[in-house]
């Protein structure tokens, strides 16, 4: 009966996207994000994440800053994100930074391809206490076998300062264009400041057209990677 509770909300999740994906991405892709929803409610189960179901903006309460841009949460797959890694042979180095970082599952993907310190940025507090305890269950796993630094920030993203150590900047299409033009300013003023190898990866599975992102093109070589229907735009620093 729970393995069934577990399955409804990622179903959910799943109509949602093949109608959205339906029309940015034709009825294959859609169909093999479709797949990749179901293979991917597998992985969670084995890793013991309770990061399924679906969260609205609109459910919280609080006049939050850049609440009304924010999109509905859903979780990065598994096996995508770690085709990622492998095609473009990154090496973990500094500290992930995952923007809109919801229920942590892009925290426990990128603490398996080898981060050692990890932070996440999540503007609802729902979300980051469900993080919070999925990464505390996660760092006894049999999957973790070094001690890890993880923290979770709930706050708006726009207002986070980067770090001359934060080298992978993560984000799964967590808002609109309106907080991005400021998020990216800070990202840029970053490197400006501390030159250095930098990955920012933005997943864009809708292909929705930002342009403050692609004011990072000025600054870095830009790139797409595709799996199964998951589209990354990459932007690499150097």
């Given amino acids: ?17 093949f109608k959205k ?10 169909f093999q994000m479709f797949h990749e929803a ?3 409610e597998y992985y969670n189960h084995k890793c013991g994440l309770d990061v399924s179901g679906f969260y609205d903006p609109d459910d919280c309460k609080k006049p939050l800053p850049n609440k009304s841009f924010a999109n509905y949460y859903q979780p990065v797959r598994y096996r995508p994100f770690f085709k990622l890694f492998k095609h473009y042979n990154i090496l973990p ?8 970082a919801g229920k942590g599952k892009a925290i426990a993907l990128a603490a398996q391809v080898g981060y050692r310190d990890l932070l996440g940025i999540e503007l609802f507090e729902d979300l980051t206490k469900i993080a ?17 630094n993880i923290k979770l920030k709930t706050m708006d993203a726009t207002d986070y300062q980067f770090h001359k150590n934060d080298h992978f900047i993560f984000m799964n299409d967590p808002f609109s264009d309106e907080p991005m033009k400021k998020l990216v ?15 920012v990866v933005f997943k ?19 790139s797409v990677f595709e799996f ?6 990459i932007f690499k620093f150097q």
């Fill in 185 to 199: 300013s800070n990202i840029i003023q970053s490197w400006n400041d501390h030159p250095r190898d930098l990955w």
């Fill in 204 to 222: 864009n599975n809708n292909q929705r057209h930002l342009p403050s992102i692609y004011e990072l093109k000025k600054f870095s070589k830009y």
């Fill in 93 to 100: 180095k500094g500290r992930f930074v995952d923007i809109g």
């Fill in 228 to 233: 199964s229907g998951n589209y990354f735009e």
């Fill in 21 to 30: 994906g339906f029309a940015s991405q034709g009825v294959k892709k859609t």
């Fill in 1 to 17: 009966m729970k393995r069934i509770q577990n399955i409804i909300p990622t179903l959910k999740i799943g109509i949602i996207s």
């Fill in 132 to 148: 919070q305890k999925n990464l505390d269950k996660f760092q006894k796993s049999k999957f973790i076998y070094n001690e890890l």
């Fill in 38 to 40: 179901l293979v991917d």
